[in-house]
């Protein structure tokens, strides 16, 4: 034995308090944004098919859900709002009394203390389910930015702590910034979907927000999965344009991608772990093939590991439970 050369990483591994004290990662319920979708009606808690314990809330019911979120010590929430009717130009999104404007009112007057954020975007508002002004078959990008400030502005207004635009329109963060300081909201955060790929894992999600694309597909603007230099050129631009926060989605399969945005820009970064991920999950431990509670706090810490800040995720309820009982 003697005449070998090794290093002894196990001596560090030996007990638990060792491993505690040597630990680089923690996750923390602070770290999560819990995600809401609110639908137009009453009496409403239905279970998302393809998203087990994922719900659309009307507003008659929502207190149910914000108390057990507060109670759980989440301080964070994301709204999507599922209209009462769609039309070519997504009206509701920027209507005072849309269902995430209400939402956020209800929600904001009940627990002042939590921080609501508004997603910013058209396409569960659209006939053509698309997140912008549709002309011959074209996702125009200059029209549809006034309307996205006009939404962002109406969430503002309504009481949204922090606004998320997620619909990867060339200048979007400028024009609701412009929009924003224009109607008093200086201090209101921009999240931005800042680096946001056209996904097959955002499928159980257009399920839960009725917010698939009628024609074609989202590729003219949502971000080709091969690239990662692109993934910096857009997170430059929105520094560049005042985001306070980049997200970073899908999570999963782009912790690269996490790490290089966090070390080029040094920004709050979150990672949106989505819909297809969750869903992924949640079926494999339904069938009883993986241990739900071990593989959710992996894959957290994951993300956290990858460089993000923040993690916007399903699974936000039960982490934040199992996290109390360790
Ligand atoms: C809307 C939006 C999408 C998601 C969040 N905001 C879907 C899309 O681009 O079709 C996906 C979230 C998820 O899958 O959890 N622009």
Redesign the pocket.
Known sequence: MSEIQFNRHRRLRQSKSMRNMVRETSVSVHDFIH?IFVIEGEQIKNEIASMPNVFQWSLDLLDEEIDEVVKLGIQSVII?GVPAHKDEKGSLAYDDQGIVQKAIRQIKARHPELTVIA?T?L??YTDHGH?GIVKDGQVLNDPTLDLLAQTAVSQAKAGADVIAP???MDGFVAAIRHGLDGAGFEEVPIMS?AV?YA?A??????DA?H???QFGD?KTY?MDPANRLEALREAQSDMEEGADFLIV??ALSYLDVIREVKDYSGMPVVA?N???E?SMIKAASQNGWVDEKAIVLEKLMSMKRAGADIILT?HAKDAAKWLKEQ
């Open positions: 995600p999507f997603d975007c396409c569960q997140c997620s619909n990867m979907y946001k996904s894992f955002y499928g159980p999600f257009r927000a917010s698939t694309p989202r949502q989605k899908p949106y989505v819909s297809g969750y399903y």
